[in-house]
């Protein structure tokens, strides 16, 4: 007998909550409709007034890739960055050496290459900030600016959010270049680094070879020239020394081309530490924000927002028809 009663009273209940949002239907449509138009209304006005005064823009996101060899044993040099990189919050290494991609996010994040790209775009004064300006800024850039790299691929990805889309492109590939010059600078790929100091010392040595030439050439046109027969033993023992040291000059070259050209064949069948796959172009399609989803969330909350209404008006109705739970609120026994 229990059970029949809860179950009536179960369908009572269910048959009361219909009851009152057919009570306030018109309101509950009303309202969802209303949210539904303003959300369609603010799309439309948020599409037509200009990037900069919009509350609502359109946002892209140009993006770079980069190809990052994350081969512990080719950073091992570069243990010493590890420390620099843990005060600062990050963690490019683990016991086995240094992590190049994680290397490269803590550069993106470095104050570095922030200040060098907020001095380049001119964002203190483009973005308005006028308390604590270089904190402010880099703060700012740290939310536009992103990186993030795939284990699987060694793809390294750099991103910029914005409204202008060629500016996004520009800060990107920037801070690409700023990327590919610090690797540079701190020796992470030391094949590249090898290859460019043999590449400066064949440079230097081709240059001594070709001034030591011209300095046996004029010492040879002296001789057929010199009118003092005294000066000619020391002209000639000139000449012997200058050929000497071009002798010598030319075997370094040698050998240093040998080495060069072993070292070509060598980075040809290893993978880059860092390599450059794609720049950053101006991408034709927003990345956001998604108007459509906005409007489909903003006419749910309204509905949701009016049944809690109805039962809200219907529960302050019953209140006021209730003597007890009056007399409750006023105070009386």
């Not at 309202?31 to 007034?49: F, K």
């Not at 980069?66 to 290494?93: P, Q």
């Not at 990186?147 to 914005?162: A, K, Y």
Request: one cysteine or more; charged letters at 25%; a negative charge.
């Amino acid at each position: 007998m229990n059970e029949v009663e809860t179950k009536n009273e179960d369908e009572i209940s269910l048959i009361d909550l219909f009851a009152v949002l057919l009570k306030r239907k018109w309101m509950i449509i009303g309202i969802t409709v209303a949210g539904a138009v303003l959300a369609v209304l603010i799309s439309i006005i948020s599409l037509v007034l200009p990037p900069k005064k919009s509350f609502l823009p359109n946002i892209y996101t140009p993006k770079a890739q980069m190809l990052i060899n994350d081969d512990k044993g080719s950073g091992a040099s570069l243990g010493n960055l590890s420390s620099l990189a843990s005060m600062a919050g990050f963690n490019i290494g683990g016991g086995g050496g240094v992590s190049n991609s994680s290397l490269a996010t803590y550069l993106v994040n470095s104050n570095t290459i922030q200040d060098a790209v907020i001095a380049k775009f001119n964002f203190i004064e483009e973005w308005k900030i006028e308390k604590s300006p270089v904190e402010s800024s880099r703060k700012a850039l740290k939310k536009k600016l992103h990186s993030n790299f795939d284990d699987e691929t060694g793809v390294f990805t750099l991103s910029f959010e914005d409204i202008d889309p060629a500016l996004g492109r520009d800060v990107v590939n920037y801070v690409v270049e700023l990327l590919e010059k610090r690797f540079k600078e701190l020796g992470v790929d030391k094949n590249q680094l090898q290859k460019t100091n043999l590449e400066e010392n064949i440079n230097t040595t081709y240059n001594e070879i070709v001034t030591l030439q011209k300095q046996i050439h004029e010492i040879e046109s002296s001789v057929q020239n010199v009118y003092n027969p005294y000066n000619t033993p020391s002209i000639v023992m000139d000449a012997t020394l200058v050929k000497t040291e071009l002798a010598v000059q030319e075997e370094v070259y040698k050998q240093l081309k040998v080495q060069y050209e072993s070292l070509k064949v060598s980075m040809a069948s290893e993978k880059p530490v860092f390599q450059i796959l794609e720049y950053a172009e101006i991408p034709d399609m927003k990345s956001g924000p998604s108007r459509g989803k906005l409007c489909i969330i903003v006419t749910f909350a309204a509905f949701f927002i009016s049944v809690f209404l109805a039962f809200l008006l219907n529960a302050i109705e019953n209140i006021k028809n209730d003597p007890e739970a009056m007399a409750k609120l006023k105070g009386k026994k």
